[in-house]
Each structure stands twice: as structure tokens, then as C-alpha cells.
């Protein structure tokens, strides 16, 4: 083993010299990918299985100085014997290095065991060097190791487009003056490396009097899992303003795509903390400076989506007459409807109705009328297809997605964004003299619907019901009664007396999942928490069934409903009370 691994050393590197961890490990290195797009390593003997006790096998990449390593596990099988991967067989990879060398007191960035599902498959060094070593113990297992691909990456591709706060480790400001760029990119630091323990970086965007910002976060990977953003030690805070004493309207914690924040005015604050002792990725994220139509009418478009997801001021002439655009800057709240409404719509025509929102802002769509032409009502689908029909878009994942179509005679449920923007496109075929189509009211809402309680500052969704201000009332999901928006977190905070206690009872209860409520199973969840900002000891609850009365502990109580991309119900409504505990 010891002759194959300085063989493979000879025949792949240009006699690049590493520093083991321990006299005792041999090494491979690799320093060029000889004219190709990328290069492959493998274990010892693969495909055939590794032996035991190899001792320590390092793995050397290279890059020139203004290059980083991005590593790639195609096929990954190493023994698991532990939760942790510390004992056994196991991959330990270094990944933050400031030269081609590892010894005893060199920190180990990640260990991966197990099979391909076991682990996140690409890798990236924050400077030239990556090193990972190789270890397997005196069990047998029959596994076959592993073989990946490499490649050395211009390091040009992650320099964030803005400068530097002088005094601060990774603070940055991004002016929009005659010489600065309109639109670029920014990172969590060490991007596309995992990011380090314990910062806090801060960015602030500056635009002209005249522009609002435009921020997408591409990529998101910080700690993975389905936990509430308010007991997440890493997460990223978005504020509507020059700092962070603006509206918070966004926060991202867990593993997201294609984001997407509009500013009110020319600021934009972000901030991005990092606590846990197992940093993640990070996030990538693109930002644009857009100057402001100020053209008043409904028909006037003041945005329109483009390929990267960025939403750019346009003005063009309607496709029909029913091409309507709405931005929450030209009018809070108005009506839409069906063309000719309340006389019968045409035949063959396809409307579109774009909301733009602003902030924290969501589109709320309550219908008033609603008459489609039904040519065999008892045989129309639940999917609408081959009648006149109103379709409803969201934006998920960067795509704009179709989640609902609606048609017939029934009033719809009313309807919510899960973020700034809503399309409904209306398409009608032969249509009819007798069906009148539909009118809605619109608005913009900062308050996701949501009518009693106080709204927290500190929260992007939160509600506050304090027992001095009153004692008893109604809580529910956001948009109640209608459908709860996807991707959406809300807090309601119960403050009481110290003599006092809080008691829930619901009354109404659809929350789209199943047992045990997690992502595990798609499901949306309520939880129920004693205390601000840790997680829950109760069960979490979802499905049909409503959830007994609950009862706190103490003086404070906390109820968090979360929805994820995938369904949506017409969420809860429950009565909450405050009561002696004597």
C-alpha cells in the first residue's frame, strides 16, 4: 500500500511537497488537470474494496495562487461505525489551509462516513491548498471507498462587488454613484468554502433617491433542517432601511434558492450571523439598483420578471386589454375583474394580472363574483383542464410555479403571495353570453392578514398579545380564512401577569401534513414553545385534527406556524384566554 501511494504521488504531481499529519501517512498529490476540464482521484484499489488499517492516505490539491479547489465525491461508500464519523473509517477534509500543509494541530473542517446520501458531495478550499485524509481501522467491511473529480477555480468568480468597511472583518457598502456598478454580486465570507465560526458581517446597499434595491439570494446553505429562524444560531436578517433599526422583512436560517427582497426606498441593510460550531456553506446572493417608474395607471407596468430572477422597471403597451400590472407603489388596494365585467367576458383570450408588492408587503386577493362558463358542470375536473379558467402563480425557487386553478361558479378562498410578487392569468375558450367572469379586490398587506394582536417589530412575521392591553380573543394563520401563503413563518407571542397563565382552544384547524410534521414528510406545522427563543417540547401538530386545549406553563407562551413550498390549507383560527393559575 505504502509503494502505491508514493507511486502515485511520482506519476501526478511536479514533486509538490506536502507536511503529513503523522510520519506514518502517505500521500497523493495533484497540482494540474494535464490540459483537461477537470481531474479524478480515488481510494486505494477502487472499485475494488479498500483494505483495513490504512493508517493515514492524504490527498493533496494544488491550485496556483489565485485559484481555488472545488472537490466533487461522484461515488462515496466508507464504513460507518459512528453518528460523528470520528472513529473507524472515515474522510476528514481540510478545507481552510493558508499553505499545503496539515499536522497534529491542524483543524479539521468536516469527516464524512457512510454512503453518497450521507454527505454534501462538492467541497471548496477558501485559498489554493485543500488537503483531506484517508483513514480506515482493523474492521472489514467490504466498502469500496470512493472516487471523485477536481478542479481549480478562478477566485475572481466569489469577489464580492462592493467595498469594504475599513476596521471590520467582512462589512461591506454599496454605493450607487456615476462610477459604481447598478448591479453585482455579494457572499457570506469564504464563499464558496464554508464560512467560519462565530462573525457577523454586515452589507449595506445606497442607492440614488430616486432607485430601490433588489436583492436574490441564489443560494442559501446554512444549518439544514425545518427549524424555526427564531432559535437559529446562523441566519441572515433583511432590513428595509439604512440599519438594522429598520423593518426587519426577511429572515433566512436552514437551506433556500432564489429569494427574493425589494426595498421600499434607496436602502437596504443585511446582516448575517454565524454561531454553530458546524458552519455551512453560506450564501450567494445577486443585488440591482433599479430606478423607480413613477407613471401613475393601472395598465402602466412598473416591473416585469426577467431569466435571473430580478425585477427590472419596464414600460410597455399592453398585450391585450386586460394586461393589467399593479406595484404597491402606484396603489395600496383597488379591484380587478374579468374584461366587460359584469357583462359576459370573450371568447378565446388570455389576461394577465401582475401584483408587484414592496418590503415586507404580501398580495392579498379577496374575489367578490366569480362565473366561469361551465359547459357540463357535473363533469368538470378538479385540475379545470378543457374550460374557462383563472390560474394563480407564485414565485418558487426562482420559477414562477402555477398552484392553483379555479373554475366554475364557487367563490374562491381568498389568496396570498408567499413573497412580493403574484401573477393570475384568465383563459377562456369559446366562452359564454350568460357568465359574467369575475371581479376581486386587491391589496398589499404588511400585516399577512392577520387582524388582532400587535405587530412585533423585531419580527418579520410576529404578533404580540399582551394580557394588559386585553385578555381574551382570537388568533389565526395568516390570510384566515382563505389559504395561508406558502414559505411563511409567523410568531404569536402571549405576555401575561405573573399570576397568570394562557389557555388555546381551536376551533378551526387545516394544516397541510402528516405525522411526525416535519420536513421529512412535506408537511406544514404548528408548535407550541414556553419559552421566546428555544425549541419546542410539545409535539408539533398538522393534518385535520385540532390540537386539544393547550395550556402554558407560566406567564409567557409562544405558538410558531411554519409552511414550507409545497401545499397550502386554510390554516386555524383559535380563542386564547388568560387565567389566574390560582
Not at 474522510?91 to 497534529?104: G, K, R, S, T
Not at 401582475?354 to 362565473?371: L, M, N, S, W, Y
Not at 402571549?494 to 405525522?515: A, C, L, M, N, P
Amino acid at each position: 500500500m505504502a509503494a502505491s501511494a508514493l507511486l502515485m504521488c511520482l506519476q501526478l504531481s511536479l514533486f509538490v511537497t506536502t507536511k503529513a499529519v503523522n510520519a506514518g501517512c502517505q500521500c497523493v498529490v495533484y497540482d494540474g488537470t494535464f490540459g483537461n476540464e477537470y481531474g479524478v482521484f480515488t481510494s486505494p484499489n477502487w472499485p475494488v474494496p479498500y483494505e483495513d488499517n490504512i493508517n493515514c492516505v492524504l490527498y493533496t490539491f494544488q491550485a496556483q495562487e489565485d485559484e481555488i479547489v472545488e472537490l466533487t465525491f461522484d461515488e462515496f461508500d466508507v464504513q460507518k461505525s459512528n453518528l460523528e464519523c470520528r472513529l473507524g473509517d472515515y474522510v476528514m477534509l481540510f478545507l481552510h489551509l493558508e499553505e499545503a500543509a496539515v499536522d497534529q494541530k491542524t483543524l479539521e473542517n468536516t469527516i464524512l462516513c457512510g454512503k453518497i446520501g450521507d454527505i454534501d458531495q462538492t467541497h471548496y478550499s477558501s485559498g489554493p491548498a485543500l488537503i483531506f485524509e484517508f483513514h480506515t481501522d482493523w474492521r472489514l467491511g467490504n466498502n469500496t471507498g470512493f472516487r471523485g473529480t477536481y478542479r481549480f477555480l478562478n477566485r475572481s468568480l466569489f469577489l464580492i462587488d462592493g467595498e469594504p468597511l475599513f476596521g471590520t472583518n467582512c462589512d461591506y457598502q454599496f454605493f450607487r454613484g456615476n462610477k459604481s456598478q447598478s448591479k453585482g454580486y455579494f457572499f457570506s465570507p469564504l464563499y464558496p468554502s464554508t464560512y467560519p465560526h462565530n462573525v457577523r458581517c454586515a452589507y449595506h446597499f445606497m442607492g440614488k433617491y430616486n432607485e430601490k434595491v433588489t436583492v436574490n439570494f441564489e443560494k442559501v446553505r446554512l444549518q439544514q433542517g425545518d427549524m424555526s429562524c427564531l432559535y437559529s444560531v446562523d441566519k441572515i436578517k433583511v432590513h428595509d432601511g439604512k440599519d438594522a433599526r429598520s423593518s426587519l422583512i426577511g429572515q433566512l436560517c436552514n437551506y433556500h434558492d432564489f429569494v427574493e427582497f425589494f426595498s421600499t426606498g434607496p436602502d437596504l441593510y443585511i446582516e448575517f450571523y454565524s454561531q454553530s460550531h458546524f458552519p455551512g456553506q453560506g450564501f450567494k446572493a445577486s443585488f440591482q439598483f433599479n430606478e423607480e417608474n413613477i407613471n401613475l395607471g393601472l395598465n402602466l407596468p412598473s416591473t416585469e420578471p426577467l431569466n435571473n430572477g430580478l425585477l427590472l422597471p419596464v414600460i410597455k403597451e399592453p398585450r391585450v386589454p386586460c394586461d393589467i400590472w399593479v406595484t404597491s407603489t402606484v396603489s395600496k388596494n383597488g379591484t380587478f375583474a374579468s374584461p366587460n365585467y359584469p357583462n359576459s367576458y370573450p371568447a378565446d383570450i388570455h389576461c394577465v394580472y401582475h401584483f408587484a408588492a414592496r418590503g415586507k408587503e404580501r398580495v392579498q386577493i379577496i374575489f367578490t363574483d366569480f362565473d366561469l362558463h361551465e359547459p357540463i358542470p357535473s363533469r368538470v375536473n378538479r385540475d379545470c383542464e378543457g374550460v374557462d379558467v383563472l390560474q394563480v402563480f407564485i414565485k418558487v425557487k426562482g420559477q414562477m410555479e402555477k398552484i392553483k386553478n379555479i373554475c366554475g361558479k364557487t367563490l374562491p378562498h381568498q389568496l396570498m403571495s408567499n413573497g412580493p410578487s403574484m401573477i393570475l392569468e384568465f383563459h377562456t375558450n369559446k366562452g359564454s353570453t350568460s357568465s359574467k367572469g369575475f371581479q376581486a379586490f386587491y391589496r398589499f398587506v404588511s400585516d399577512f392578514g392577520i387582524r388582532e394582536g400587535s405587530q412585533d417589530p423585531q419580527s418579520v412575521c410576529g404578533f404580540v398579545f399582551n394580557s394588559l392591553e386585553q385578555t381574551n380573543g382570537t388568533l389565526t394563520s395568516p390570510n384566515y380564512p382563505g389559504l395561508y401563503p406558502r414559505n411563511t413563518e409567523c410568531h404569536y407571542f402571549f405576555i401575561g401577569r405573573k399570576t397568570e397563565k394562557i389557555q388555546i382552544t381551536f376551533s378551526h384547524f387545516d394544516v397541510e401534513g402528516v405525522t411526525p410534521c416535519s420536513a421529512d414528510t412535506a408537511s406544514d406545522y404548528v408548535e407550541f414553545s414556553n419559552k421566546r427563543s428555544t425549541a419546542s417540547k410539545f409535539p408539533r401538530h398538522c393534518g385535520l385534527n385540532k390540537p386539544k386545549t393547550i395550556e402554558s406553563e407560566s406567564d409567557f407562551f409562544r405558538v410558531t406556524f411554519k409552511s414550507n413550498s409545497r401545499f397550502d390549507g386554510t390554516g386555524f383560527k383559535a380563542f386564547y384566554q388568560f387565567t389566574n393559575q390560582t
